[in-house]
């Protein structure tokens, strides 16, 4: 009788240590600001969907690029923990590019921050073909996720 606890014993540990990721970008979420700084006009997530629909069909209305990036870290002790946004854009028919940085601290869940580009260097950008999120310690990548375009 002795088996079966020990199955259930030997199951979790694997679990703990498959679960036992140093560090990973969850989500990343694209969104377009419109002069006073919204996202969307109301909480619902269909109601956001659509703004950005209205905002992404008439960039005369949008004033800054945000990215919201659901990311974790735990398990591991961490000097320099950065969140770094790489992003892509074309201004008429030239390319661009644009970096956001800020530093993290790290929680036993999952948390979300918002890096934004705006003012002069989102004017300047233009419109957004791809970006790449990264969690780096010092300068080594720990996590990424990337747009498909990337």
Known sequence: MRWPGLTVLITLAFAVLANAQSAKVIKVLPHFLDEQGRANKNPS??????????????????????????????????????LRIEAKGMKGNQPTTNLLEQPLKIGSFS???????????????????????????GTNIVAEQKSFLW
């Open 111 to 137: 948390k979300w921050t918002a890096l934004t580009l705006s003012g002069d260097k989102y004017k300047d950008f233009g419109e957004l073909v791809s970006w790449r999120a990264t969690l780096r310690n």
């Open 45 to 82: 997530l269909f109601d956001r969907d659509a703004y950005q629909v209205e905002l992404r069909a008439s960039p005369s209305k949008r004033s800054a690029l945000r990215f919201d990036v659901q990311w974790k870290a735990n398990y591991f002790d961490y000097d320099q923990l950065n």
